[in-house]
């Protein structure tokens, strides 16, 4: 059964600051890892997306990184702004379940980034 | 452009009260829904799999007797909770699977709040 950990689970950091946040994950069988962010209350939206075949994938300011070996991932935000604060979650694909596999969801870092 | 609805966007009822919440694929049809629930301060975690023309898969835990899944046609699956109590107030969303990329693109959630 795969389990996904996040750390940390709350920061707090000045704008401006570059920051990582971490996902572990312990089955390695994965066929893709996805970052997604969370304002409250509402749903998620898909940051980066890393098939397992990747090492990583970049948009902006964010950059996903994915070591399968070690069962980890990082998400590493540039200059840090207030309007990153948000909840981020990693979520690992397995096979299971149905022909599309099943999501497991990490408890998520929760981000604020005050000005 | 969202892929995924979901209506109602938020539902308060008393307990003892049965809700329906609807989750619909406004670009391709959707042989396949997955049912998500978020409990506050937690995160995602599969409840069931919604297979068009056949029966609802549940995850381990989850009464499939109270939580009742209808995947009638290919672009609409709806989640109806029956017998509702406060502690099934909670966040639900589901969620659209894409093979290709092996991704799900999630509904904007209905936040269920039971009297």
């Known amino acids: 059964k795969q389990e996904v950990t996040q750390i940390p689970a709350a920061l707090s950091v000045p704008e401006g600051e570059n920051l990582v946040l971490n996902c572990s994950f312990t089955?390695?069988?994965?066929?893709?890892l996805q970052w997604f962010r969370q304002d409250p209350g509402k749903g998620l939206t898909s940051l980066l997306l890393?098939?397992?075949?990747?090492r990583e994938q970049t948009s902006g300011r964010l950059n996903a990184s994915l070591d399968k070996s070690s069962g980890r991932s990082t998400l590493y935000i540039a200059a840090s702004q207030p309007g990153d604060s948000a909840t981020y979650l990693c979520a690992a694909l397995n096979a299971g379940g149905t022909s599309y596999g099943k999501l497991t969801f990490g408890q998520g870092t929760i981000l604020t980034v005050h000005p | 452009g969202a892929v995924v609805s979901q209506h109602p966007s938020w539902v308060i009822c008393k307990s003892g009260t049965s809700v329906k919440i609807e989750c619909r694929s406004l670009?391709?049809?959707?042989?396949?829904m997955f049912w998500y629930r978020q409990f506050p301060k937690q995160s995602l975690m599969l409840m069931a799999t919604s297979n068009e023309g056949s029966k609802a898969t549940y995850e381990q835990g989850v009464e499939k007797d109270k939580f009742l899944i209808n995947h009638a046609s290919l672009t609409l699956s709806t989640l109806t909770v029956t017998s509702a109590h406060p502690e099934d107030s909670s966040f639900y969303i589901c969620a659209k699977p894409e093979a290709g990329r092996n991704e799900q693109f999630f509904g904007p959630g209905t936040r269920l709040t039971v009297l």
């Open positions: 089955d390695s069988a994965i066929y893709n």
């Open positions: 670009d391709f049809q959707a042989t396949t």
């Open positions: 890393i098939q397992s075949s990747q």
